[in-house]
């Protein structure tokens, strides 16, 4: 039961303020992690934690065997396994990444460790060109002739 302390956090203060989620050093977890809150690693976990539209902040004394698909990932401890961010990933200058990042947006910190590969989506973008899989060299040289003849 709560204590009547007007300073303990209630239901609707957690809900409605930026409260993070916090996985304590000395907590090890193996299985799936997923929710929908921000949510701070500082324990180990062995599996996927999986925060769809939420941010996942690795803190420097954590340590992850598991794959991640969050809106944004902060890195600032140990992560090995692929990370999956629809927004953005950070690797700070003291945490280590061996897996392949899939994202919009990176930043890899000088004095970071990373190993594997990144592969930047760029979901959100639509393009008017339908031959986005061919070379660029081809779409350039076929936009330069278009606009070589409406000019004349």
């Known amino acids: 039961m709560a204590p009547l302390d007007s300073s303990y956090p209630t239901t609707t203060d957690r809900l409605s303020g930026s409260g993070t989620a916090r996985l304590g050093a000395s907590l090890h977890v193996k299985g799936e992690i997923t ?37 944004e990932v902060v890195v600032y401890g140990n992560v090995k396994g692929n990370l999956r961010a629809r ?17 919009a947006r990176i930043m890899i910190e000088d004095g970071a460790y990373f190993k594997g590969s990144i592969e930047i989506d760029k979901a959100g973008e639509a393009s008017s060109d339908n031959d986005l899989d061919k070379p660029a060299y081809t779409r350039t040289t076929r936009a330069a002739a278009t606009t070589a003849t409406s000019a004349d």
């Open 35 to 71: 929710g929908n809150e921000d949510l701070a690693i500082d324990g180990s976990v062995e599996g996927l934690v999986q925060l769809e539209d939420r941010k996942l902040t690795i803190g420097a004394s954590a340590r992850l065997t598991a794959d991640v698909i969050a809106r």
């Open 87 to 103: 927004d953005r990933i950070e690797i700070k200058k003291d945490g280590s990444v061996v897996g392949d990042l899939t994202t």
